[in-house]
């Protein structure tokens, strides 16, 4: 967030009614269920369907006709809709898959909860499904706060709540979870970025559009490439995508099982111009992790519309000031107020806030009707020539004011601890039941473990000593004084992703020093008492590697005890 | 949190409804409120009658008779319950304030938000009301993973919901907050703190109760002492206590205005042996801001009641092992077994986990009666003298099996802030229009503002040179480019509390130095652009103190520009 100045802000989880509606979410935030006539147990209808199908596809008696049906529609059941899912169901006459019952009919369920805020029980409310909306109405003051100044960015990290029909898959769908989500606001005519050349020769794996579509792989491919032939539609979200990539792999998600896959046109919303996917394998298959969308002006318009509060922003043009060709209104007031009377002010309002679509259409309609119409105050109008003059006029403009675009990055933080878990758990060469975690240091919750190798007064007052300078360094430790063999405890340290150990023996008491172990390579140098925050500090923050500790040679090697 | 090495956890803020109803807060987490019966507008009944009597307070027509009355109800206010309120609704006959219209009868409201979970509807739910409850159903996988040993801390920080009556005073009573809240498990024999060495010598304003009956001041003492004399109850509450003081005081909230309140004894749970509150002065008056109870084991009780799942701790006498007089059980199989058939194997699992406690209540009866009962699988069962064996051993015993209490200090993070940016905000001596806000460097949300003195190309060309470093050591920065001058720029960064300012000029293209300034003294040094960020980082971190800075004769002093 610091890097690209972003404005952090944290908005409230319950959100009246009227934002969500205005938003389109009280509407059609909604999965497609069907429920079990008798027990009342819910279902959701895409999942139910493809877990028919693929029964069906195991079972011996189902004949190659029937085979090649099933599975034309499972590869179609993501465009399915309402209609589509009732002829199936009625099709194949469905039943509840845990009881044999008879299923209710489709019905949409909403999947934001719901609740009333206040005591009297008439002001509804939900839990946000996404963190986006608390950023799209404090638009205003956001632009304020960075000066009126575009591009920038404002970001949340916080709850999102959806009332899944049913969760699965451990922490991949879940009904309370964490966002942490970007909104960058643009210049729709100019998605260009300014760092987008320090980005611009990262190579990603891209899954387009078309890749799919031919059932090829995905490529690998430089960002700066993917924008200049199209494929990506900006800029500014190759940026986000090359940031996501940045920030994926460092924190230790595998390169190889990571990619960015575009959204099909029939998955993107109407109003969304390029969509992009992190996916990232897993025992799950590949999951959708981050998306990173360009939702056009979507989001601003609908509730500058709702509300009547200005969203524009304004920005002079790159190139400097042009000379511009536009109809110019003026309303000719003695000759509307004799006509209209007491609606002559509103009329005169009207007239003035019309656009330069709505002046065209009212000078082509004057020229040749003789007339035309404005709506003031939700009445219709009728305006003669006299009332009213466009013209046609060339002026110096400086800039120009917009609606802006969007483009929202949107981390499910859950989803991408589930995946790191997967991709770290590791097991020794030598021993298969000896799993451990292979988290990162900048990342790992532990930074390091402190064990006495003796269970003796003078080593076990050392502790306190080291825990209290790690302590005053921000460094998270745990300390095992168990009498338990070092193999053991080390292997308890690893399971849970510990990167660095310390280890205090008899020796510590002569000079000060202690062994230090990586996880990984479970290989120890022998460092000072005064030396080892430091440079914990800097491994754990990424400025000095393992690798440049192991061959400095002011640090003697240990080799591993045999336990 | 890594100071006292607390587990830090993140539970939902969904939450089914038996966590809530054992806990109690299904029941009891209500407020009473009285409804305006044709606006249905509602109101908490404490609040209104608190309004209602200081408003006849100030009439001029109120006797004296009557202030003694009114004046004596509003110091017992806090101390009424239902059948109180009703009577003075009554006897005053209470009108809705906004309208004079009749009001209702007084209810109950519980102030929990309730939601469905899941699609079926019938799985009733709350938005958390405290952060607590997650970390006591928790606390088996707690202890756990602190290797069975106590005493040891869970924190944790999020949101948490209340659906108040009648939310006001800006961030202080608000319906979602975030909360940070520690519950620290110890042996109710033993609450020692193992840090509180290194309190007790910190002198903080204690408000006792006893201070608080005689209607005296708050006095200032050492903690040590404060415990010593009984006065605040055991060294966990007292260490916690002088945290909270450090922690507060550090962060900004004036030491003049912060008090720690003991509550009375009606204010208190049942179950709680003390509470202290920190209370913060501002112009709402004395605001409780963080609590610090101790809860005894009344949370992991009414859990492992419920749940019957374990939440008893082991620890060894700290004394040693004990010779322990108690008595011991034995079941006899071939006497039960003919008389109770089928049930004998539950009724010996029934003998077998019988406490102390019912051992001697059935000594007892067998010996007084010649039978007594057992309850095995919901039913009694009798069991006379052939069937069992109860007697009296003295045995060694190393340690004792406890639910553990928890010491709870539990801190409200918005009104924390609210009352923080209250005690920072100043004025120039000069200038009354000018104000600032000295928040420390530590928690400022932004370190450091970066100021071009001339919109010149070179000059403009080294800010993102000085931004990319900034960033890269993770400082917030804002950069104000605007073409205005430089005292209202300083004044903008000001009245936002960003306390330190770099300007560039045109001896940074010469020398590579900047002008730093400091937001409370307005004072400027000279320094080089590479020494900038680390040294911010010194003053961030609390290491170095603008003063420090300001002493060194390294660094030229610069005299302030008129403006």
Chains 1, 2 share one sequence.
């Not at 916080?158 to 029909?165: P, T």
């Not at 280890?503 to 080892?532: F, K």
């Not at 754990?540 to 393992?546: A, I």
Request: hydrophobic letters at 40%; aromatic letters at 8%; glycine letters at 4%.
């Amino acid at each position: 967030m610091i890097e690209d100045n972003m404005l952090e802000v944290e908005c409230t989880s319950l959100t009246p009614d009227t934002v969500l509606r205005t938003s389109g979410h009280v509407e059609k935030f909604a999965d497609l269920m069907v429920k079990d006539s008798v027990t009342n147990a819910a279902y959701r209808v895409d999942h139910l369907l493809k877990e028919w199908f693929k029964a069906q596809l195991e079972k011996k008696e189902t004949t190659a006709e029937q085979r090649a049906e099933y599975e034309s529609h499972l590869a179609r059941l993501d465009d399915y809709k309402e209609p589509d899912f009732e002829k199936l169901f009625k099709k194949y006459n469905l039943k509840a898959p845990d009881t044999g019952n008879p299923l209710t009919e489709i019905l949409p369920f909403n999947l934001m909860f719901a609740t009333a805020i206040g005591p009297t029980g008439d002001t509804p409310g939900f839990l946000r499904p996404e963190t986006a909306q608390g950023m799209f109405v404090n638009f205003r003051r956001l632009l304020d706060f960075n000066g009126g100044k575009l591009p920038f960015a404002a970001a949340q990290i916080g709850l999102a709540f959806r009332n899944e029909i049913a969760p699965r898959a451990g922490l991949l769908r879940v009904r309370e979870f964490t966002m942490a989500e970007i909104e960058h606001f643009v210049n729709p005519n100019n998605k260009k970025h300014p760092k987008f050349k320090s980005m611009c020769e990262l190579t990603v794996p891209l899954f387009s559009r078309k890749l799919q579509t031919d059932e090829a792989e995905p490529v690998l491919m430089k960002l700066g490439d993917a924008v200049s032939a199209g494929i990506i539609n900006n800029e500014t979200l190759a940026y986000f995508m090359g940031r996501t990539y940045m920030f994926l792999t460092a924190i230790g998600i595998h390169k190889d099982k990571l990619r960015f896959r575009q959204h099909m046109n029939n998955e993107m919303a109407h109003y969304a111009c390029d969509c992009w996917d992190a996916e990232i394998k897993s025992s799950y298959d590949w999951v959708e992790c981050v998306g990173i969308a360009d939702r056009a002006c979507y989001d601003l318009h609908v509730h500058q519309d709702k509300s009547k509060v200005n969203l524009t922003a304004y920005e002079d043009f790159p190139e400097g000031p042009k000379m511009v060709t536009m109809l110019e209104v003026k309303p000719m007031p003695k000759a509307i107020s004799p006509k209209h009377a007491k609606a002559t002010g509103g009329i005169i309002t009207a007239i003035n806030a019309a656009n330069q679509e709505q002046l065209k259409k009212m000078k082509a309609e004057l020229e040749t009707l003789a007339k035309t119409h404005i709506t003031a105050d939700n009445q219709q109008y009728e305006l003669v020539p006299a009332m009213i003059t466009i013209s046609e006029v060339t002026k110096r403009v400086t800039g120009e004011t917009f609606l802006p675009s969007v483009i929202e990055p949107s981390f499910g933080i859950g989803r991408i601890i589930y995946s790191l878990l997967e991709h770290s758990y590791n097991c020794r060469p030598d021993d298969a039941q000896r799993g451990y975690l292979s988290l990162p240091p900048i990342i790992a919750p532990y930074k390091v473990s402190v064990l006495p190798l003796v269970s003796n007064d003078q080593i076990l007052d050392i502790i306190p000593k080291i825990t209290s300078i790690l302590a005053s360094h921000g460094l998270s430790h745990k300390v095992d004084s168990t009498g338990q063999s070092i193999g053991r405890r080390y292997a308890r340290t690893d399971e849970i992703g510990i990167p660095f150990g310390i280890t205090i023996d008899y020796a510590t008491l002569q000079d000060n020093t202690v062994t230090m172990r990586e996880r990984d390579s479970c290989s120890q140098i022998r460092i000072s008492i005064t030396e080892v925050a430091p440079l914990l500090d800097q491994l754990c923050s990424g400025q000095v590697s393992w690798k440049d500790v192991w061959n400095n040679p002011k640090f003697p090697h240990v080799e591993a005890a045999k336990d």
